[in-house]
């Protein structure tokens, strides 16, 4: 016998585990119910503030974890860096906020959540994102991808940063095959593997292969942190094509 889950063909946990981290007992139990209303999702948990979920995370170790960002205590960005920073720990964290803010959106991103949802969104759309997650896909939107872009070309064009020289790539992109470089300058533009797949006369399949591959030689987790490392470390630069 094995003990490893069983998963359906696209990839995804027979059962998806799902921890609820809200500081509002009616959120909570909204959650729940949409949730637990989809055959194959499971709430295992739920924690009232960020400490909580860590504690929670590491005793229940589920999937998907839905992350509220304003909590008293220890708030979801920090919760979610270290959940995400604990190899102990492998669950994916979508971040849920009633904030339509970018300052949220980016320190999200930065802080290692697999996704970003309002919560004002659909019930279907939630269901979406936590299956999204705990296939080990990451939940990123072309609008939420453009956003960060814009965040980071305002930025590298600050007064107070643009006379600071980019600083070198790290070595480890320097293992990147001419091919798996192509990809991933295009995927940190914020384009989808089917459009990456045109751009370079490529199937979607081998696209998909060669971003896992970037992703894995960079010890990324997925295709949000590769956008984020992209500008961070000047791969690209915003708002232009990428450089050959």
């Excluded at 094995?2 to 998963?7: A, Q, R, V």
């Amino acid at each position: 016998m094995t003990d490893l889950p069983i998963s359906d063909p696209t990839g995804t946990p027979a059962t998806i585990r799902v921890l609820l981290v809200d500081d509002q007992a009616l959120v909570r139990a909204g959650f729940r119910i949409i949730l637990e209303s989809e055959p194959g999702i499971v709430v295992v948990g739920e924690a009232v503030d960020g400490a909580a979920a860590i504690q929670q995370a590491a005793a229940l170790q589920p999937d998907v974890i839905c992350m509220d960002v304003q909590m008293p205590g220890m708030d979801g960005l920090t919760a979610t860096r270290a959940i995400v920073a604990d190899p102990g720990m492998q669950a994916a964290v979508l971040v849920l906020t009633t904030f339509d803010r970018e300052d949220y959106l980016f320190s999200a991103l930065q802080h290692g959540a697999s996704g970003f949802l309002l919560k004002n969104s659909t019930p279907e759309a939630l269901v979406e994102a936590v299956q999204v997650l705990a296939r080990g896909d990451a939940l990123l939107a072309p609008e939420i991808t453009r956003r960060v872009i814009e965040r980071f070309a305002r930025d590298s064009t600050a007064p107070t940063t643009a006379a600071r020289p980019p600083a070198a790539p790290p070595a480890a992109v320097g293992d990147l095959t001419d091919r798996e470089r192509e990809v991933f300058e295009l995927l940190a533009l914020g384009l989808a593997n089917a459009e990456i797949a045109g751009q370079l006369y490529l199937g979607e399949a081998t696209v998909k292969t060669h971003v896992s591959k970037v992703l894995q030689k960079l010890d990324l987790r997925d295709r949000i942190q590769a956008v984020v490392y992209a500008y961070e470390h000047a791969i690209v630069v915003p708002g232009n094509r990428p450089q050959r």
